[in-house]
């Protein structure tokens, strides 16, 4: 057993390995790949950065360097000056404006924030942008170079955002001097720069604006980063720059970001990534090394299942196979003793039939002999009665007693036999019957399941010496497939259940396993024939049912009867018995036995009755007999016999006979008249020993009906 245990854990070892191994691995190679690509995308979003900070100083160092420009050419000049020049400065303005691909325009505003001059027109409209944000910010204080928000113009020209300076004269605030810078420019760098999908570019104002945004900005999608985004506290915790990952706000994908300043002014490029696309990267290769680790894995997995499988399969068999050879060995065993338990009680019958029947005689003819001889002839008779009833046990151990069911009402038959179940337990001994409404009735020998019940009672007594309680429970019950298998002398179906419980001292495994074997018993010499459980195994089995027992040692033990339903109704029986009547002399009867003394007791009772009787010691002498009487009214034969045994002389007689009554004795049928342990139909029976009152009230009965 420990070497079955000990190769099923290490097949148990095997599957889980095969399953928790390749897992590990391949684990373990998924988060370096995934850390790989992580590695990877950051490198990549770095490298674009350096690229996009590159060309973005490029192009706002032009910016800068047209600004001063322009601020030479209004040098000295109020906003009058610049008005009454108008002209000469439109043409200048707009060469610079021309000479940087970035640049869409550049104008001079006075503090009112009417156009002073431009170099987009002349001449230029007499409008205010007072309300413009790089006016209001000037206007407010001299904050230096300015970045404004995007602007779409009415006219055909693209949308712009704003880079401006103050004009000053002799420290004095004449005006501003804005250049529109158009973002087509650098969203077209940034379209080159876009290697795989997922990416984003941006340049963002440091307080959250975009400026330019590939890909752009959707109309209906916030155009700022508000206090809480990742950029805002990126750029708080750092003005460097830094990493990030967040949801964008503008079209709601999870990204990952680097962002970094434009040398020191208030810029930020931005590059980002999708979460996404990383994954999708990194589930790709994944894919590939399941497509090829996957199906090896799981033929390993399910190899080696399946040998889990067919070893427990096998292992089962052999317990299967094991414990039906142990049951074939231990009915073999119960089947040896049964045949030789009934052999023994076949000639013991006979026996007991003589002595019996001459004590009885005896008996009869001592009424008033010496009172000392009258109680030994009773002496005599009880201890033969108790030899006719241990006889009996044999038998029904044996599965050869004769039974004759009858559809019984269990409730009825408990309740009936309770008050005695009481007088025999004592004081001392509790007994609590439990009847079943709706119970199914049983058709069983009622005379020998009282005599079981009675034999339980007994052994609950003598294992509760100091009291206790008895308890006698009927109920229905289903016995399935699964109880089959764990069982292999039941079939499953419909059974109601008679449990008898006691608490008293328990019985031991070893003790259990030989309960039902005759003559085994744990009691002292004298106080029990080892034959109460043999009675009640070779009843129940004998009646088609099954019978279990539940023990441990100071637990007590519940004996469990199985018998099978009864599908019919109970048909209340007229106990009360006929009186015997005597014998006419114009009666003819004859008595077939192989033993001369059986034969003479029984010879000589009948003709006692006042009946005529005949006799033959085999079926063949009998047959001789009957063709010489043709006015046999019976026929009493005994059913063992050697040759022609008494079923066979029954039938043969009865076709030479039409109309025979025929009675048997026997104290060991076997197969003759009773089949599946039931006396065959229309079969009339009388048990050995025979008893005077039996035989004469057998034998009237008979010829009455």
């Given amino acids: 057993m420990q070497a079955r245990q000990r190769t099923i854990r290490l097949i148990w070892l095997a599957v889980g390995t095969s399953i928790v191994l390749p897992c590990l691995i391949f684990g373990y190679s998924a988060w370096i790949s995934y850390r790989d690509l992580q590695a990877l995308a950051h490198e990549r979003l770095v490298r674009s950065l350096d690229t996009q900070q590159e060309e973005a100083q490029k192009t706002f160092e032009l910016i800068d360097l047209t600004i001063q420009n322009a601020l030479r050419l209004l040098a000295g000049m109020s906003a009058d000056d610049i008005r009454a020049n108008e002209q000469k400065l439109h043409l200048e303005l707009e060469k610079l404006s021309d000479s940087v691909e970035a640049v869409q325009s550049i104008a001079a505003y006075g503090t009112d924030g009417v156009t002073l001059t431009s170099s987009l027109l002349y001449p230029a409209p007499r409008l205010s942008y007072a309300d413009r944000d790089f006016m209001q910010a000037h206007l407010k204080d001299n904050v230096g170079t300015f970045y404004g928000q995007v602007y779409v113009p009415t006219t055909l020209a693209e949308p712009f955002f704003t880079v401006s300076r103050r004009i000053e004269n002799d420290g004095k605030f004449v005006g501003v001097l804005e250049i529109s810078v158009l973002p087509s420019n650098i969203f077209r760098f940034f379209s080159t720069l876009i290697y795989t999908r997922g990416l984003q570019y941006a340049l963002v104002r440091e307080d959250g604006l975009f400026l ?37 706000p503008v079209d709601n994908v999870q990204r990952n ?159 009936g036999l309770s008050d005695f179940l009481q007088r025999a337990l004592g004081e001392q001994i509790s007994l609590e019957v439990v009847g079943s409404g709706g119970l199914w009735p049983v058709e069983v020998d009622s005379a020998e399941l009282e005599a079981v019940l009675i034999n339980l009672a007994v052994n609950a007594r003598d294992a509760m010496p100091a009291g206790g309680k008895l308890t006698i429970e009927a109920g229905n019950a289903v016995l399935d497939e699964a109880y089959r298998q764990r069982n292999e002398d039941v079939q499953p179906g419909e059974y109601v259940r008679i449990a008898v419980t006691d608490t008293g001292s328990g019985m031991t495994s070893e003790v259990l396993e030989r309960a039902f074997e005759p003559f085994f018993t744990t009691k002292q010499a004298g106080q029990g024939t080892g034959l109460g459980l043999s009675q009640v195994y070779g009843f129940v089995k004998q009646s088609g049912g099954h019978v279990k027992i539940y023990s441990e040692p100071g637990d007590g033990t519940t004996v469990k009867l199985y018998l099978p339903r009864y599908h019919g109704a109970v048909v209340v029986q007229d106990q009360t018995p006929a009186e015997p009547v005597r014998g006419k002399a114009s009666e003819l009867i004859l008595v077939v036995e192989d033993d001369a003394e059986v034969r003479s007791y029984i010879v000589e009772t009948l003709a006692g009755l006042g009946y ?68 065959d139909s229309g079969v009339h029976l009388i048990e050995k020993p025979v008893a005077v009152d039996q035989l004469a009230g057998k034998v009237r009965s008979l010829l009455d009906s």
Avoid at 217 to 230: F, R, Y
Avoid at 292 to 313: C, D, I, K, M, N
């Fill in 612 to 679: 005529r009787v005949l006799d033959a010691k085999s079926g063949e002498d009998a047959l001789g007999v009957l063709e010489q009487h043709r006015d046999l009214r019976l026929l009493l034969t005994d059913v063992v016999m050697p040759g022609m045994n008494g079923r066979m002389l029954a039938d043969e007689a009865q076709k030479r006979l039409p109309g025979l009554k025929i009675l048997y004795m026997t104290g060991y049928s076997r197969n003759a008249i009773v089949h599946h342990g039931r006396l």
């Fill in 257 to 415: 970001y680097a962002i970094r300043r434009v040398g020191t002014r208030p810029l930020y490029l931005t590059a980002g990534i999708e979460s996404a696309a990383v994954q999708q990267q990194w589930l790709s290769g994944r894919g590939a090394q399941l497509a090829y680790g996957l199906p090896a894995t799981l033929f390993l997995v399910l190899t080696l299942w399946t040998v889990l499988r067919r070893t427990e399969s096998l292992y089962a068999e052999i317990d299967r196979r094991g414990l039906a050879e142990e049951a074939l060995r231990r009915s073999q065993k119960l089947e040896a003793i049964g045949h030789l338990t009934g052999g023994v009680a076949h000639d013991f019958n006979n026996l007991l039939t003589i002595i019996l029947g001459n004590l009885d005689g005896l008996r009869r003819q001592l009424n008033d002999a010496d009172p000392k001889i009258v109680r030994r002839v009773d002496n005599a008779l009880h201890g033969a009665n108790r030899a006719a009833t241990l006889t009996k046990r044999l038998l029904a151990f044996s599965r050869q007693q004769p039974l004759r069911p009858v559809p019984i009402d269990l409730n009825q038959l408990m309740n």
């Fill in 212 to 248: 330019v945004r590939y890909p752009a900005v959707p109309a209906d999608a916030p155009i700022w980063l508000g206090e809480n985004t990742g950029f805002r506290r990126t750029v708080r915790a750092s003005t460097a720059g830094g990493f990030y990952s967040s949801i964008s």
